[in-house]
């Protein structure tokens, strides 16, 4: 496992903001909104992404779950035309009564650390170890909240994961 940097530029994404654990109710109300639209708008497929961060002074990982906070995202090729997406969530709403809380965002977080991480989310943690080791090394420190990519199904019994955190000169 070795990180490496990369650059990411502006990218337009619908995004949904909430709290709680992966997987908990408000979690999955908010993947199951952010597909639904990006249905109706027509999107391509993007593999889901968030951001998680918590509003704590102790160390993320030692926060309860129900605690955490994200922004999902789902890139876009381009921003949709004007009243686009408000078509595209107003006709969602039936089927998915959350589709009102899915906006547009754009996303830029520059200069970042990433790691493929391959296995159980519950090993994350030597991941990002890995991750803080190198920044460490290479004179960084965390300039945004903690970012993921999803690369397979959340069912998937080896899922693969892009874990990216967006840095700064110390």
């Not at 949904?16 to 109710?25: A, H, M």
């Not at 969602?92 to 906006?103: K, N």
């Not at 993921?148 to 994961?161: H, K, W």
Request: with cysteine.
């Amino acid at each position: 496992m070795n990180p490496t940097v990369a650059t990411h530029g502006p990218t337009a994404c619908l995004s949904v903001t909430g709290q709680g654990e992966p997987g908990g109710g408000e979690y999955a109300a908010a993947v199951q909104a952010i597909y639904t639209v990006a249905t109706a708008l027509g999107a391509g497929y993007a593999p889901l992404e968030g951001q998680w961060w918590v509003e704590d002074e102790r160390p993320a990982l030692e926060v309860p779950r129900e605690q955490w906070r994200w922004h999902l995202m789902l890139p876009l090729p381009a921003a949709p035309s004007a009243g686009t997406l408000e078509a595209a969530r107003e006709h969602s709403r039936v089927a998915c009564p959350a589709a009102y809380r899915i906006r547009l965002a754009t996303v830029a977080e520059g200069e970042c650390v990433e790691l493929l991480h391959e296995g159980p989310f519950s090993e994350e943690p030597r991941s990002l170890k890995v991750i803080h080791d190198y920044m460490a090394e290479q004179g960084l420190v965390p300039n945004g909240p903690h970012h993921e990519v999803y690369l397979s199904p959340p069912d998937d019994p080896a899922p693969r994961t892009l874990l990216r955190q967006p840095v700064r000169p110390a």
